[in-house]
Nanobody
Framework: QVQLVESGGGLVQAGGSLRLSCAAS????????IGWFRRAPGKEREFLAS????????IYSTSVKGRLAISRNNAENTVYLQMNILKPEDTAVYYC??????????????????WGQGTQVTVSS
């Protein structure tokens, strides 16, 4: 059974940092495309970043590029999302997802095969 479990969310002041974790079981993160998304209240789900198994290629949304960094620890079968200079508008539920390893897989739109339950990030002003 495949499980993706996010952790690391919480309450942080504007300008602060958080590192989110996506721990996988039942699949090997190094052989999937792993994406991070968020959904803010009243808004649609938003792609943030992805890391592909091939050459650990990373892609970022232009809206967050420069403040976020995605990385992978194969030994721990975990993908991380480091978030810096957080802003109140970053408040959302953050999700990780696992998608196809195919080279033509669209990491921004998916469709992804597996999703985690999400972790809440709240940034206070």
């Amino acid at each position: 059974q495949v499980q993706l479990v996010e952790s690391g969310g919480g309450l942080v002041q504007a300008g602060g940092s958080l590192r989110l974790s996506c721990a996988a079981s039942g699949l090997t993160v190094s052989t999937y495309a792993i994406g991070w998304f968020r959904r803010a209240p009243g808004k649609e789900r938003e792609f943030l970043a992805s890391i592909r198994w091939v050459n650990s290629d990373t892609i970022y949304s232009t809206s967050v590029k420069g403040r976020l960094a995605i990385s992978r620890n194969n030994a721990e079968n975990t993908v991380y999302l480091q978030m810096n200079i957080l802003k109140p508008e970053d408040t959302a539920v953050y999700y990780c997802a696992a998608g196809s390893a195919a080279a033509n897989f669209d990491v921004m739109s998916g469709p992804y095969d597996y999703w985690g339950q999400g972790t809440q990030v709240t940034v206070s002003s």
